[in-house]
Structures are given as C-alpha cells and as structure tokens.
C-alpha cells in the first residue's frame, strides 16, 4: 500500500533554483516566507535540501567544505512566494580571514534585515553539535525573535541508542544556555528524519495554506446576493 505523500514534500519536490546572492542588497524581493538553512561548512545543507526536494543536484553538495559561499534561493513553485535558502557555511579553516569576515557579515546581515525570513534551520553534524559558530547563530536568531529548529545531521553515523543520546544532551544544552529551540535527528544518506522536519517547515511556511471554512463562503455568498 503506498502511503500518501506529505503535503510539504509533495510542494519542496517541486523546488527549483531561483539565483545565488553574493549580499542582502542583492537578494530577491523580500516578500512571502522564506526557510534559510545554516549551520558549519560540511554539517550538511546541501544535502538536506536535495532530500526535501528529491533531486541529486539542486543545491550543490560536495566533499570539499566551503562549497556554497552565496545565498542560494529555491522557490517551492512558480509564481509561489515560499523559499527555500542555502546559506554559506561557516567555520570552515582553509580560507582567507578576509573572505571569512565577508561571509560573516553578509550571512549577519541577511540574518538580520531580512523580513521574509520566518524560521532558520541550524543543521549540526551530530557528532559536533553546537560549536560557538552555532551558538553566534542562536543568540542572533533569538535577538530578532526568529524560530529555530535544529536539525543533527549525519545520524547514520551513530546507532539508535548513541544518537538519542546526543538528541537529548542537545535538547539539555539548549535550556541551560537559554536557548529556545527544537530539536530532532536527521539523516540524507537514510533519508529519515524528513517528516518530522517537513512538519517545521509547512508550519513556517504557512502549508498547506489555512482552508476557507465552507460556512464563511456561504455567508460571503449570501451578503452579494
Ligand atoms: N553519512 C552522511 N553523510 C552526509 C549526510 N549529509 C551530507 N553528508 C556528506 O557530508 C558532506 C557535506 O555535505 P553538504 O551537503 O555539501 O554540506 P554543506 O553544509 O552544504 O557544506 P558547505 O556548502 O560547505 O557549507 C558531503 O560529502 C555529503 O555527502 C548524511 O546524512 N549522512
Ligand atoms: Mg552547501
């Protein structure tokens, strides 16, 4: 029996690529919603956004950190004003200091100014889960009020028993630093997790849209008659 496919990845398979911004200034209109995902240079972004999507190739995932250094915007359907965004990844050793304060300011300032912005997925490799990179992106998020939703990529790499573990001592390390986030497991490799995050982010994005009670229409119907 083939299980009905869940509303928010039935829209996010439907993605496409919309363009890269190198700065806020050059980012699309900032109307309708948006979902960013951040986290460190090889936590897995890419891949989590080609599993929501169902496509190998839509945001670009590679073996050598720092791959995505622009902001890359997936719309979820044409004309649609949800997307999906790729932020550059951060911490990642081998590049410049300059080009890391680039970086830096450009991902404060897209954090900081964009309206649109609704929820920020914080992907952390389970096994190295809220480094003072993740905690700079906490404290921004809470400063402007914005909803974050952790999500520890790579759980194929631990067993069941290990990674509840380290679901729940992040759940604890959250609280003691004051932080009000959410948090679950996620792997792209055994594609798990992907409900239970397609869940946030319909709940972000406002998916499937709020149905007009039937009653209300027959009122409307009503009035102009
Ligand atoms: N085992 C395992 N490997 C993964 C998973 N997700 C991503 N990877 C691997 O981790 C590496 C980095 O993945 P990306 O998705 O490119 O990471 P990113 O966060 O987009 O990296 P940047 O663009 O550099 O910031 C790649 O070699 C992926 O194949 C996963 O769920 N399990
Ligand atoms: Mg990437």
Partial sequence: MSQALHPV???????????S??????CPPDTGLEVAFAG??????????????????????????????????FTLEEGDQRRLVDLP???????????????QRHLGEYLQGRGSLSGLVL?????????????NMLSWAARRNLAVHCVLTKSDKLNRGPGMNALQAVKKDLKTLGFNASVQLFSS?????????????????QYPPPEVPGDLTVEAKARQA
């Avoid at 990844?89 to 970086?103: F, L, M, N, Q």
């Avoid at 992907?123 to 905690?135: A, C, G, K, N, W």
Wanted: hydrophobic share 35%.
């Fill in 9 to 19: 990845l039935a829209l996010t398979g439907r993605a496409s690529f919309q363009i």
């Fill in 21 to 26: 911004s190198p700065t806020l200034a050059l």
């Fill in 40 to 73: 460190r240079s090889n936590a897995g972004k890419s891949s989590c956004i080609n599993t929501l999507a169902r496509q190998k190739q839509l945001a670009r995932a590679s073996k050598t950190p720092g791959r995505t250094q622009l902001i890359n915007f």
């Fill in 89 to 103: 990844g951060y911490g990642y050793a081998r590049v410049s200091h300059e080009t890391k304060d680039e970086w």
């Fill in 123 to 135: 992907l952390m490799d389970i096994r190295h889960p809220l480094t003072d990179f993740d905690q």
């Fill in 189 to 205: 490799l055994k594609v798990t997790g992907l409900e239970e995050l397609a869940d946030k982010l319909g709940e972000w994005l």
